[in-house]
């Protein structure tokens, strides 16, 4: 039986559903844009319940041009615009606020404020990125420090924070979770580059409680396979050592074989 894969790429301007055969090529595809909100220049915003909405009719209307059901697809793939922070009611799935778009420059005070304390590169050691409004952290402050009840809610962990695949998957999964992978939150300024997870002193710094952050599912497995692959490295440098020394010690006997 044929099997197809699906891929829901979520951008700024718009969302598109496509799928894919088992060889790669495209069986169908379906794309709708979304309204782009302008409250006054330099700030941008997307409603979340209209890029759910469209990638809903997206992925509807993709199957239907492929004469295809949803129990055709193996899997669902998810790429998406990167910074761009939605917090929600957990229980619900209410947005408590239109999503904070990555080119949104509401939050270049909030990264000022930061910078001036201990310089732009403060935070890079840990999290690779310097302070600026584009990355997810200062969209999540200033969602805190200007909707009404939205802190309280993220430290009772009754609201979720999360980049637009978070949000998505949440949907996908019947509001069951709120997860994300280590590529999405790189970006928030929140994770450790070296842990791949959220880094306690960030959050700490940050002001940023962690209960209500997205848990980064691939974390584990790279750990894991971090460990394995630094054992297998150690493992060769000590069979290669054994060898050596083997060579050493024949030559050795070779050449004394000779002079004798």
């Known amino acids: 039986m044929t099997r197809y894969v699906g891929a829901i790429d979520q951008g700024t301007s718009s969302t598109r559903f496509m799928i894919f055969t088992e060889n790669g090529s495209i069986k169908s595809s379906h794309q709708l844009e979304h309204t782009q909100h302008f409250p006054s220049p330099g700030l941008v915003e997307h409603d979340p319940i209209e890029i759910w909405s469209n990638t809903l009719l997206c992925a509807n209307a993709a199957l239907s041009a492929a004469n295809l059901e949803q129990v055709d697809l193996s899997a669902i793939g998810i790429t ?3 910074e761009t922070t939605v917090v929600w009611d957990r229980a619900t799935g209410k947005p408590l606020h239109n999503a904070i778009v990555w080119n949104d420059i509401r ?3 909030i990264a000022k404020r930061f910078e001036n304390e201990a310089g732009a590169d403060r935070f890079r050691p840990l999290c690779g990125l310097p302070l600026a409004s584009y990355f997810s952290v200062t969209k999540l402050i200033w969602i805190m420090e200007n909707v009404e009840g939205a802190r309280a809610q993220l430290e009772a962990g009754s609201a979720c924070f999360g980049t637009i695949d978070s949000w ?4 996908l ?3 069951q979770l709120h997860i994300t992978d280590v590529t999405n939150a790189s970006r928030t300024m929140l994770m450790n580059l070296e842990t791949l997870d959220w880094d306690d002193s960030l959050l700490k710094d940050f002001g940023v409680p962690r209960g209500e952050r997205a848990q980064a599912k691939e974390q584990q497995k790279r750990r894991s396979s971090k460990r394995r692959s630094s054992k297998r490295r150690s493992s060769k440098r000590r069979s290669s050592k054994r060898r050596s020394s083997k060579r050493r010690s ?11």
Do not use: D, F, P
Not at 168 to 171: D, K
Not at 255 to 260: G, K, P, Q, S
């Open 250 to 260: 024949s030559k050795r006997k070779h050449m004394r074989a000779r002079r004798n």
């Open 168 to 171: 998505l998957v949440y949907n």
């Open 107 to 109: 939050t270049a005070g």
């Open 173 to 175: 999964t019947g509001k």
């Open 80 to 82: 998406n615009q990167r």
